[in-house]
Structure formats: structure tokens, C-alpha cells
């Protein structure tokens, strides 16, 4: 029996790892053990509940005012010890958090097999998205199984001399979670103030966007909301207060928006369904939103999910004021474009990522 183990310590790592930690627990062929870093607290115990996934280890490293340097330190002083008592055949970790690439350094540092869930992505500016792009291009150097979501992130790991028999097209996890997460009687209290509106759902949060950018994003929706009274706007508010105190200044308690505090994944995920268009600075939402049916506007200047560009479920709508409120603008008013988008073709797989993964895994280990 090989043993797996499997870390995380995010929201979003926990929602893309949590499908793959219950089908790796299905097969007999492995052990399977879970370690979470606890980079996030709150939410990250929130996803584990709605998956059943209790963790063998918990790092516990999360306190007031943390940075990439603590997060990085503290992982890899905290799991040595642990990697050296479980001595796993293969240490699984997820797309490009400090957790991801602090793991996968210690895995390496310890002789131990690296394989990497949604290997690939790539914007090649390491200073967008920061420092994510850097975390998830050093993670590829280690790695030993590369799950590459599309054939696009297996192209980029070709490209960078990765070895062509260390690669697999799985699809996303993030598609499989899907199947857990949304149902189709799902309600909650605030369906009833949305009403007949169109639901627009807003997640903003990105280091490289604060300040300016973040400012030309709000400006542009309430410019929108100001021109069209028939929407309204959810706003799952990210914990940082720098992003809370420029949307409580710019929203300003407008009426038609709703700055809530961050949704569990069961909620986050039917909202999404709910909504009639995204937008977002976010990652993970550029694959779930297009299983939905919703076009995704993306307020980034590049993104590392290109075939959602190239598919057309997804617009790169930049960080300026005139470029976001046009674009947000003419989904609102064009029918045709609207179409265009929510019924264009998902690129980032079918739901069963995590059985070919396990799969794979059985094979060559």
C-alpha cells in the first residue's frame, strides 16, 4: 500500500483538494493522509466540514498580521518533522499558495515525490499575480507528477522542459467540487431581496490590485448600478480591511449592493449559480462560473486560465474604470453577447478530474 499525503491550507486549495482526498480514501491501494497548514482558519474549516475531511495533522500556523514570510518559515520548520515520521511515497500539493510552494520544498528537501493538482498555469509575470506566479513556476521545478488541468498548462510545461511522461490532463478538480456543493433546492434569505433583479456577484481581493485599481473596479460597477436599475450586487468581502475600507467608502451604502462577509463554499457556489454575470480578480471562479452557464469578467490585466479566454466563457476586462464599466455595461444591454458567453463551451473538464488523478496515481507509483 503507497501512502499519500496531501496538503493545503487555504479556501480555495481546500475546495480543489477535498474531492481528491475522498477519492484517494475510496481506493485500498493507499493510505491517505491529510495535513492543513491552516494559512486560512475560519474558512478553511468550513470547507473540510462540508466535505467530511478531517485532517491527520494540523499545522496551525495562521496568526494576527502574518506574511509570506512567516507562512513560508513556519511550514517548512513545522512539517519536516512530520514528512520524517510518515515518510510518504508522494507528497500531493495544489496550484500556487505559500502552503503549495513551501511544501513542495520541504517534500524536496526530504527525498520525498512531489505531484502537483492544476500544474501549469502560467501568466509569466511574476509580479501578477503576486506571488502566486512564482510559487506555482518553483513548484513545477519539483515535481515528479504534474496533473495539468488542459492541454494549454500541459503546452506551458513542455515549453519550460518538463518532461513530457511526467505530465497528465485531468481536467479541474474545482469541476468535481461542483457536484458536492451545488443543488437545485437550494434558497437563502437574501434571494429574497435580489427579487427579479439580475445578481451580479463580485469577489475582489488581489494583492496586486489594491489601491488604484481596486478603486477603478468599484467606481465602474456603481457607475454601472447607477445607469441600470434592474441590478443588484452581492460583495463576499475579503477579510483584508484595506479592501473592506475602499468598498465601504465607494459602495457607501448604497441600496443595490450588499457587502457581506465571505460565503461557505454550499452558499458561494449556488450564489454563483443564482448570478447573471461575474465579475471577479479571483482565480478558481474563471473555471467554476463557466460550468454554470455564467460569463466571468475578469478585472486582471493577464490571467494563468487562457483557454477560458480563448473558449469565450471568460473577458479579461483590465483594472481601468472606462474598460470595466464598458464591458459590464454591454452584458447588461446585449443579449447576443450575453448568449455568446454563458453558452460557450467549459474548457476545464468534466467532473471527474479526481477519479483520473487517483487513477494515474495507482498506475505509476
Known amino acids: ?102 511544501t513542495a520544498l520541504a517534500a524536496f528537501y526530504a527525498g520525498i515525490k512531489v505531484g502537483h493538482i492544476e500544474a501549469g498555469l502560467r501568466t509569466y509575470n511574476l509580479q501578477s499575480p503576486f506571488p502566486e506566479e512564482f510559487n506555482r513556476q518553483a513548484v513545477s521545478i519539483v515535481s515528479e507528477f504534474n496533473f495539468a488541468p488542459t492541454e494549454q498548462a500541459k503546452k506551458n510545461l513542455l515549453r519550460e522542459g518538463r518532461s513530457a511522461s511526467s505530465i497528465y490532463v485531468t481536467g479541474n478538480t474545482a469541476i468535481d467540487a461542483l457536484q458536492t456543493t451545488v443543488t437545485d433546492d437550494y434558497n437563502h434569505e437574501l434571494f429574497e431581496w435580489i427579487g427579479d433583479s439580475k445578481l451580479i456577484m463580485l469577489t475582489a481581493h488581489r494583492r496586486e490590485n489594491l489601491g488604484q485599481p481596486m478603486e477603478n473596479m468599484f467606481k465602474a460597477i456603481k457607475r454601472v448600478l447607477e445607469e441600470n436599475k434592474d441590478v443588484k450586487v452581492i460583495y463576499p468581502i475579503h477579510k483584508n480591511p484595506v479592501v473592506r475600507k475602499v468598498a465601504n467608502r465607494i459602495f457607501n451604502e448604497d441600496e443595490r449592493v450588499k457587502l457581506i462577509e465571505p460565503l461557505e463554499v454550499i452558499d458561494f457556489h449556488n450564489f454563483l449559480k443564482k448570478s447573471y454575470l461575474i465579475l471577479t480578480d479571483s482565480g478558481g471562479i474563471q473555471e467554476e462560473a463557466p460550468s454554470l452557464g455564467k460569463p466571468v469578467l475578469v478585472m486582471r490585466d493577464t490571467t494563468e486560465r487562457p483557454e477560458g479566454v480563448i473558449a469565450g466563457t471568460l473577458k479579461l476586462v483590465g483594472t481601468e474604470e472606462v474598460s470595466i464599466y464598458e464591458e459590464f455595461s454591454n452584458l447588461l444591454n446585449n443579449e447576443q453577447a450575453y448568449v455568446e458567453m454563458s453558452k460557450a463551451s467549459n474548457p476545464y473538464g468534466d467532473g471527474t478530474a479526481s477519479q483520473k488523478i487517483s487513477k494515474i496515481l495507482e498506475e505509476k507509483l
Open 1 to 102: 500500500m503507497k501512502k499519500v499525503m496531501l496538503v493545503f491550507g487555504t479556501r480555495p486549495e481546500a475546495i480543489k483538494m477535498c474531492p481528491l482526498v475522498n477519492e484517494l480514501k475510496q481506493n485500498s491501494k493507499f493510505e491517505t493522509i491529510v495535513c492543513v497548514t491552516g494559512q486560512h482558519r475560519e474558512m478553511l474549516r468550513q470547507v473540510l466540514d462540508v466535505f467530511d475531511v478531517i485532517p491527520d495533522y494540523d499545522l496551525d500556523i495562521m496568526k494576527d498580521d502574518q506574511t509570506l514570510y512567516s507562512i513560508t518559515t513556519s511550514v517548512l520548520e513545522k512539517i519536516k518533522p512530520i514528512l520524517e515520521d510518515e515518510k510518504p511515497d508522494i507528497v500531493l500539493v495544489h496550484g500556487d499558495t505559500s502552503t503549495t510552494f513551501a
